[in-house]
């Protein structure tokens, strides 16, 4: 049995990315992103977070040898 470290890295950064997406969705147009030139940093980071940590368990997957 092998342990894949792609696996826990991959569901910790789904995980922070669905909630930092979704605290970014809930608070869309909330006046303290004005600190930030207007951007939504937590729905941009949310994403970011959410697309690699899909990465990294896409690649868990692909990575596992058939038996």
Known sequence: MAFDLRLPIGILFTLFGL?????????RGSEMYEKSLG???????????????????ALTRLGKKPE
């Open 19 to 27: 909630i930092l997406t979704g605290y970014g969705v809930a608070t």
């Open 39 to 57: 951007k939504n940093i937590n729905l941009e980071w949310g994403i970011v977070l959410l697309v690699f940590g899909l990465f990294m368990l």
